[in-house]
């Protein structure tokens, strides 16, 4: 991304004198829906990040401007200043999280932009919070950890935004290193990195371009609600089930009419979710990419058939990665839209993107878009 046009605008509006920081946002190659269960996840951070410039201002105040929507806002720091604007409830939430855990955060001004594309499943969200979580950390040396500021921006979510957001985003978004995925225990925050290093394949995400706000009609909250449903009902019988991560099939099959269909099909996936995840590690360990697709098929078709939250968008990108010989394809994020992500061999690669394009646009009258990405380092000073 070209940062220029950041520091112009920010010149433009506030003088110079700011410093800039950046960070990314994330790809997940397996483990969907399992991070809010206290399952594993296998994200990685990209090449395509947010960016800010920001001043402190000397006074209370906060000026921030969204350089990619066109959009300025000013608002305090306080409980009640919370801002209407979506976007801005981020940058306000994270400051208020810093204060609520006794640090000072003063007024500033601030320019951001990103290339992360919203609504594609990247965590653009996650990429702004952590952006800013770690440049007022450096800029007031607040001293958080990379962890603390990645569940500050978990925090966000869940009490300025309204969604019940996992960890992954904001930890991929502020721990991500070159090279390596991270294989993070969601339910002791204890995380390794995975060599990612897929020879002669391509990692590419086709954008449906239907739009998702996961807040919207609160599907994402409600497939939350299922899977507590089940832990509930699976711990008057295993007291130390406290997530869906602690249970295993056995014990599902045992509560099958004690819940609902609905739930009992949601929570099915998930646990068969968190062995795939390991299956996929194992498999990449060895260097065997055909096992590691083999399981993305396999997630998405849970994601679209058990946990239903693709769309026939999604549906027809995986069957056209299947007739292209993709050797994985999976629907990525929240759902309901957004992106596949597909681990494609690189001799395919340009037949497989010729032909889902054009089949795409046939049937749906949209154009994708289309998204290589190379895994890259996490939240930095610029």
């Not at 509006?13 to 990314?24: D, E, I, N, R, V």
């Not at 990103?114 to 990429?127: E, H, I």
């Not at 099939?249 to 995840?277: C, H, I, N, P, T």
């Amino acid at each position: 991304m070209d940062t220029l046009k950041i520091r112009e605008k920010f010149a433009s509006l506030y003088g110079s004198g700011g410093a800039m920081y950046t960070s990314p946002g994330r790809i997940n190659i397996i483990g969907e829906h399992t991070d809010y269960n206290g399952g594993f996840v296998l994200p990685g951070a990209i090449d395509k990040a947010m960016y800010c410039e920001i001043k402190p201002n000397g006074t209370k105040k906060i000026r921030a401007f969204a350089l990619d929507v066109n959009e300025s806002c000013e608002f305090g720091l306080e409980e009640a200043d919370k801002p209407t604007k979506q976007w801005a409830c981020y940058i306000f939430g994270m400051c208020r999280e810093m204060a609520n855990k006794g640090k000072t955060v003063l007024g500033f001004d601030t320019v951001f932009a990103g290339d992360v594309p919203l609504g594609a499943g990247m965590s653009s969200s996650a990429a702004l919070e952590s952006c800013f979580g770690y440049a007022l950390n450096d800029l007031y040396n607040l001293g958080f950890s990379r962890m603390e500021i990645a569940l500050m921006g978990q925090a966000t979510e869940h009490n300025y935004v309204g969604i019940k957001c996992g960890i992954m985003d904001q930890f991929a978004s502020c721990h991500g290193k070159e090279g390596y995925l991270m294989k993070l225990d969601c339910r002791s925050l204890e995380f390794e990195y995975v060599p990612f290093n897929p020879k002669g394949y391509r990692v590419v995400l086709i954008n449906t371009c239907v739009e998702h706000n996961l807040a919207a009609g609160g599907e994402y909250n409600k497939r939350r609600q299922s899977c507590e449903n089940v832990v509930a009902e699976i711990a008057k019988m295993h007291p130390e089930v406290k997530l869906l991560r602690d249970a295993n099939m056995d014990m599902l099959k045992a509560v099958k009419g004690k819940v609902s269909a609905v739930d009992y099909m949601r929570a099915e996936f998930v646990v068969g979710e968190v062995q795939r995840l390991l299956d996929a590690c194992a498999a990449m360990e060895k260097d065997d990419y055909e096992t590691v697709g083999k399981k993305m098929y396999e997630t998405h078709e849970g994601l679209s058939k058990k946990y239903e939250v693709s769309c026939p968008e999604l549906d027809f990108l995986n069957d056209m990665a299947k007739e292209c010989g993709v050797t994985g394809s999976r629907v990525m994020g929240g759902g309901f839209g957004g992106c596949t992500i597909n681990l494609v061999k690189t001799e395919l690669y340009d037949a497989f993107i010729k032909k889902t394009t054009e089949a795409y646009e046939k049937k749906f009258n949209i154009k994708p878009k289309v998204y290589d990405v190379v895994i890259k380092n996490g939240a930095a000073k610029l």
